[in-house]
């Protein structure tokens, strides 16, 4: 009956798509349209590789996958792979819910321009234009957002559920932690993940094997074997039917609507969940397999990727973010998404936006270290110190630095290594639907450690430049945490009379060693080089791009998980994020004697120019071959 159905929906199959379908398939243009579906996957042998083992994910090595599904039916009609591989909306600028025409290369390899089989060679894909681009609504923009979804439960091929409907409302909505309780607190209540929104629903018998039809095409799937677009096309079209019959129709129109399928523990994926990145348009799919049924942070990642989430890495690690459920969760529980990830979906703000101009409260002071108090993340979205010295198209990482501190629930899963630290990320996103840019996380800090970003050369010929220094001088745990931020113009301080701490090294000007051989004023004539051989700096703070800190132990996959530190009795809440950058303390110097009272600066040369080349041009460079 239900194939039937489908037949008839080919029938009525408006001309447009029949005929680039026949098209197609007659190899005279190589091009079909519809509706793309970027899925990306969990991959499961991330969480599963035994104790020692390591189980770093490099970048570039995951798999996404681009479905194709009919423009005018296209729940109704089976979608299609048309590529795989890293990055694919990076790679095709194209997102869930566009409407996309596909341009195949001619290539005598391959068999057409689709692939109805999954052990058929992919076609070559030319290029994708989007036609039209879907509109996204996940980003919060002062409305709550409420999600909606149909949670089905799947058995098939003798394989018995994974979970029951009980089971599945309670890690949705009745455990202690729940996807519900997730979304809320992490989103600081402005995404609802609803009861009265959100549908539980099986046990669904799937046939094992049978046919998906697309267009005027069936083709066949069978989840004894597979577990490709044809498998899960038929999952889901079994699904929607029997809530269709069961009477959830007119629940079902609504739109972002995820479909939610829990698998078998026993089918054929090779990722532990897949799901779209983005919901635009009427729905968006998640996939859990059985094993993670149950598995708060598994569900929680996919559902993050419906939200237009990318995955949050460390170095070359794709999911190497142990503090972001878009990385990787050390433990079962509640882990929030890094400020980063928080902004790219208006979860947040910054409590401060520093400019290259003002890093330090105080336009033009170069040098001076402005003091900042963080709150912990778990109390305020007004949480994080966003630095974007990446303006006018200075190819600088735009850098958010937070303060992490567990309660009872907000991170309530963070490890006891990242736990009351200061995190600094990069990421050059912005809060739009269509950005693919993903964060990264560059270091974890305790109290007294410093972070030293690289230093963007400004050219070859002088040590001038950007860059910047961030040290944690204190943390009150679970409270506050006091950084100072330092922007660099010089590497080596070589601007000696200018009242600033150009290095951030703590020493200003003649206080600085690497101003002791620049005794007078600089000269007025530039062609009197100074000395080249300075003496050489002074040992700066112990340098803070720390290496990476060890990985902890994999992820205990049986339980019982090891339990939480008793929860923090409540505190005091945090004082209010200061607003205003202190301007005082420097950076700390070494404890030795007291700073002389300030001499009274020399005339500046007027006007200052951020970073007059004192050296000598270097020879022209040898001409390249
Ligand atoms: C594609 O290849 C087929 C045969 O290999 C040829 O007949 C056809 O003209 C080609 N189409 C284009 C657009 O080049
Ligand atoms: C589960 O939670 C829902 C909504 O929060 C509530 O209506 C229901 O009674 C709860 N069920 C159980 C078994 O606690
Ligand atoms: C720095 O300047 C920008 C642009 O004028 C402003 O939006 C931001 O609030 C300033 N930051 C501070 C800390 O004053
Ligand atoms: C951010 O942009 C900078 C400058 O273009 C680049 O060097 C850096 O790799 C980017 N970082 C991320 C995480 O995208
Ligand atoms: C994000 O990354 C893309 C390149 O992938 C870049 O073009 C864009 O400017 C970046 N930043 C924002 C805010 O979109
Ligand atoms: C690089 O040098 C030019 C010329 O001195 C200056 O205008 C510019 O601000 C410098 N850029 C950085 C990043 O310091």
């Not at 979304?183 to 609803?194: E, L, P, W």
């Not at 990722?271 to 009427?282: D, E, I, P, R, T």
């Given at each position: 009956?239900?194939?039937?159905?489908?037949?008839?929906?080919?029938?009525?199959?408006?001309?447009?798509?029949?005929?680039?379908?026949?098209?197609?398939?007659?190899?005279?243009?190589?091009?079909?349209?519809?509706?793309?579906?970027?899925?990306?996957?969990?991959?499961?042998?991330?969480?599963?590789?035994?104790?020692?083992?390591?189980?770093?994910?490099?970048?570039?090595?995951?798999?996404?996958?681009?479905?194709?599904?009919?423009?005018?039916?296209?729940?109704?009609?089976?979608?299609?792979?048309?590529?795989?591989?890293?990055?694919?909306?990076?790679?095709?600028?194209?997102?869930?819910?566009?409407?996309?025409?596909?341009?195949?290369?001619?290539?005598?390899?391959?068999?057409?321009?689709?692939?109805?089989?999954?052990?058929?060679?992919?076609?070559?894909?030319?290029?994708?234009?989007?036609?039209?681009?879907?509109?996204?609504?996940?980003?919060?923009?002062?409305?709550?957002?409420?999600?909606?979804?149909?949670?089905?439960?799947?058995?098939?091929?003798?394989?018995?559920?994974?979970?029951?409907?009980?089971?599945?409302?309670?890690?949705?909505?009745?455990n202690t932690n729940n996807i519900a309780g997730y979304h809320d607190t992490c989103s600081y209540g402005k995404v609802a993940f609803d009861p009265s929104e959100n549908f539980v629903f099986g046990p669904v018998e799937i046939p094992c094997k049978g046919t998906v039809t697309n267009g005027v095409l069936k083709y066949p799937?069978?989840?004894?074997?597979?577990?490709?677009?044809?498998?899960?096309?038929?999952?889901?079209?079994?699904?929607?039917?029997?809530?269709?019959?069961?009477?959830?129709?007119?629940?079902?129109?609504?739109?972002?609507?995820?479909?939610?399928?829990?698998?078998?523990?026993?089918?054929?994926?090779?990722?532990?969940?897949?799901?779209?990145?983005?919901?635009?348009?009427?729905?968006?799919?998640?996939?859990?397999?059985?094993?993670?049924?149950?598995?708060?942070?598994?569900?929680?990642?996919?559902?993050?990727?419906?939200?237009?989430?990318?995955?949050?890495?460390?170095?070359?690690?794709?999911?190497?973010?142990?503090?972001?459920?878009?990385?990787?969760?050390?433990?079962?529980?509640?882990?929030?998404?890094?400020?980063?990830?928080?902004?790219?979906?208006?979860?947040?703000?910054?409590?401060?936006?520093?400019?290259?101009?003002?890093?330090?409260?105080?336009?033009?002071?170069?040098?001076?270290?402005?003091?900042?108090?963080?709150?912990?993340?778990?109390?305020?979205?007004?949480?994080?110190?966003?630095?974007?010295?990446?303006?006018?198209?200075?190819?600088?990482?735009?850098?958010?630095?937070?303060?992490?501190?567990?309660?009872?629930?907000?991170?309530?899963?963070?490890?006891?290594?990242?736990?009351?630290?200061?995190f600094v990320h990069n990421f050059n996103g912005s809060a739009t639907e269509r950005d693919y840019n993903r964060t990264l996380l560059v270091a974890v800090m305790a109290a007294g450690d410093v972070y030293t970003s690289p230093f963007l050369g400004n050219t070859t010929f002088d040590d001038s430049g950007l860059g910047v220094?961030?040290?944690?001088?204190?943390?009150?745990?679970?409270?506050?945490?006091?950084?100072?931020?330092?922007?660099?113009?010089?590497?080596?301080?070589?601007?000696?009379?200018?009242?600033?701490?150009?290095?951030?090294?703590?020493?200003?000007?003649?206080?600085?060693?690497?101003?002791?051989?620049?005794?007078?004023?600089?000269?007025?004539?530039?062609?009197?080089?100074?000395?080249?051989?300075?003496?050489?700096?002074?040992?700066?703070?112990?340098?803070?791009?720390?290496?990476?800190?060890?990985?902890?132990?994999?992820?205990?996959?049986?339980?019982?998980?090891?339990?939480?530190?008793?929860?923090?009795?409540?505190?005091?809440?945090?004082?209010?994020?200061?607003?205003?950058?202190?301007?005082?303390?420097?950076?700390?110097?070494?404890?030795?004697?007291?700073?002389?009272?300030r001499p009274p600066p020399p005339p500046r040369p007027p006007p200052r120019r951020p970073s007059s080349p004192r050296r000598p041009r270097m020879p022209t460079a040898p001409t390249r071959h």
């Amino acid at each position: 009956m239900r194939r039937q159905q489908m037949v008839a929906s080919a029938i009525c199959r408006p001309a447009h798509f029949v005929l680039a379908t026949l098209l197609a398939l007659t190899n005279v243009a190589r091009a079909e349209v519809g509706v793309a579906q970027v899925m990306s996957a969990l991959e499961e042998g991330y969480f599963d590789s035994p104790p020692g083992v390591p189980n770093f994910h490099l970048n570039n090595n995951n798999k996404d996958y681009l479905y194709l599904a009919d423009i005018e039916n296209p729940s109704g009609s089976a979608w299609r792979l048309v590529a795989e591989g890293p990055n694919l909306i990076d790679k095709y600028n194209v997102l869930t819910g566009d409407y996309v025409r596909v341009n195949y290369k001619n290539s005598s390899t391959a068999s057409g321009s689709r692939r109805l089989l999954s052990d058929e060679p992919l076609p070559e894909i030319d290029s994708i234009d989007v036609i039209s681009e879907s509109e996204g609504h996940e980003i919060y923009t002062g409305t709550q957002i409420r999600v909606k979804s149909m949670i089905y439960i799947i058995s098939t091929c003798g394989w018995a559920p994974s979970a029951t409907v009980e089971q599945i409302k309670g890690t949705f909505f009745n455990n202690t932690n729940n996807i519900a309780g997730y979304h809320d607190t992490c989103s600081y209540g402005k995404v609802a993940f609803d009861p009265s929104e959100n549908f539980v629903f099986g046990p669904v018998e799937i046939p094992c094997k049978g046919t998906v039809t697309n267009g005027v095409l069936k083709y066949p799937y069978d989840a004894s074997v597979a577990c490709g677009a044809a498998e899960q096309f038929a999952w889901r079209q079994y699904s929607e039917a029997a809530a269709r019959a069961a009477g959830y129709g007119a629940f079902m129109a609504s739109s972002q609507r995820r479909i939610i399928h829990i698998l078998p523990r026993e089918v054929r994926c090779p990722w532990a969940g897949l799901g779209n990145v983005g919901c635009s348009g009427s729905y968006c799919i998640v996939y859990i397999k059985g094993a993670y049924a149950q598995d708060l942070t598994v569900n929680m990642h996919e559902l993050g990727h419906t939200q237009g989430l990318s995955h949050a890495g460390r170095g070359y690690d794709e999911y190497g973010d142990f503090s972001d459920v878009m990385g990787t969760a050390p433990s079962e529980g509640y882990l929030c998404m890094n400020v980063g990830n928080q902004y790219r979906v208006g979860w947040n703000k910054p409590l401060a936006t520093l400019l290259p101009d003002n890093t330090t409260n105080a336009p033009g002071n170069r040098g001076v270290a402005g003091r900042w108090v963080l709150p912990p993340t778990a109390a305020t979205d007004t949480n994080a110190l966003y630095l974007r010295y990446n303006i006018n198209g200075t190819p600088f990482p735009n850098i958010f630095v937070s303060f992490r501190s567990r309660t009872s629930r907000y991170d309530n899963a963070l490890a006891t290594y990242m736990n009351n630290r200061v995190f600094v990320h990069n990421f050059n996103g912005s809060a739009t639907e269509r950005d693919y840019n993903r964060t990264l996380l560059v270091a974890v800090m305790a109290a007294g450690d410093v972070y030293t970003s690289p230093f963007l050369g400004n050219t070859t010929f002088d040590d001038s430049g950007l860059g910047v220094k961030i040290r944690v001088i204190s943390i009150a745990a679970g409270t506050s945490a006091t950084v100072e931020v330092c922007r660099l113009t010089e590497k080596v301080e070589t601007s000696c009379f200018d009242g600033d701490d150009n290095d951030c090294n703590g020493l200003t000007d003649e206080l600085d060693p690497a101003c002791a051989m620049a005794s007078s004023p600089p000269p007025s004539s530039p062609n009197v080089p100074p000395s080249p051989s300075k003496s050489p700096p002074p040992s700066p703070p112990p340098p803070i791009s720390k290496p990476p800190s060890p990985r902890p132990p994999p992820r205990p996959r049986s339980p019982p998980r090891s339990p939480l530190p008793p929860p923090r009795p409540p505190t005091s809440p945090p004082p209010p994020p200061q607003l205003k950058a202190s301007k005082a303390p420097r950076f700390p110097t070494p404890p030795q004697k007291p700073r002389p009272p300030r001499p009274p600066p020399p005339p500046r040369p007027p006007p200052r120019r951020p970073s007059s080349p004192r050296r000598p041009r270097m020879p022209t460079a040898p001409t390249r071959h």
